[in-house]
């Protein structure tokens, strides 16, 4: 069975904190990983990682993936309060039509 | 670009009344769109996958009559709570998957609705 999982699934820091939120899975035919950031809405996109080894970066935010070992980290440096969200995880699968199985996600409360 | 849309917001209704749920692409056509449901305090679940012009495929669990998917549409899918009850309360969003252009092959997803059932 499609699995992500993602570690830790709570996370309490202080503004200027660098964090590291971790994803792992067990899938088959895997197509891509994808961070997502969710506030009171729906997801909204961080990145999306098809290849390992190559790190996207985005301000703050970067992301990498280990195709080898089955896992991808999402690293924030320099927190701040507005960075308070829940991050999910989730892997496109390649049969069908790319259906996303998503993890648990990762809640992260930045404290002033 | 990739904007998806859902209407309406926010719906409260009385127990065993139907809901419809809209999502749209906005500026991009979508011939595959994606149903999810979120409980609070837990990840998103996927319902069915919707594809225009035929029928849509349902998760293992998920009632297809009870969730009626329509795709009739490049832009619109809809989905209609049959008979609500209070246990159908939740968070529902939709997905479009883009592709070409400036497109990332990827799910864009909707703002949601929350559905009340009292």
């Known amino acids: 069975e499609d699995k992500v999982v993602q570690s830790p699934l709570s996370l309490v820091v202080h503004e200027g904190d660098t964090v590291t939120l971790n994803c792992s899975y067990e899938?088959?035919?895997?197509?891509?990983l994808l961070w997502y950031k969710q506030e009171k809405k729906a997801p909204t996109f961080l990145f999306m990682l098809?290849?390992?080894?190559i790190e996207k970066k985005s301000g703050r935010l970067s992301s990498i993936l280990d195709k080898k070992e089955l896992f991808s980290i999402l690293n924030i440096t320099a927190t701040q309060t507005g960075d308070s969200a829940v991050y999910l995880c989730?892997?496109?699968?390649?049969?069908?039509?790319?259906?996303?199985?998503f993890g648990q996600g990762t809640t992260l409360q930045v404290k002033p | 670009g990739a904007v998806v849309s859902q209407h309406p917001s926010w719906v409260i209704c009385k127990s065993g009344t139907s809901v419809k749920i809209e999502c749209r692409s906005l500026d991009f056509q979508a011939t595959t769109m994606f149903w999810y449901r979120q409980f609070p305090k837990q990840s998103l679940m996927l319902m069915a996958t919707s594809n225009e012009g035929s029928k849509a495929t349902y998760e293992q669990g998920v009632e297809k009559d009870k969730f009626l998917i329509n795709h009739a549409s490049l832009t619109l899918s809809t989905l209609t709570v049959t008979s609500a009850h209070p246990e159908d309360s939740s968070f529902y969003i939709c997905?479009?998957?883009?592709?070409?252009?400036?497109?990332?092959?990827?799910?864009?997803f909707g703002p949601g609705t929350r559905l009340l059932v009292l």
């Open positions: 997905s479009a998957r883009g592709w070409g252009g400036s497109l990332k092959e990827t799910q864009y």
């Open positions: 098809t290849s390992s080894g």
């Open positions: 899938v088959t035919n895997f197509r891509s």
């Open positions: 989730a892997v496109e699968v390649l049969r069908n039509t790319g259906k996303l199985i």
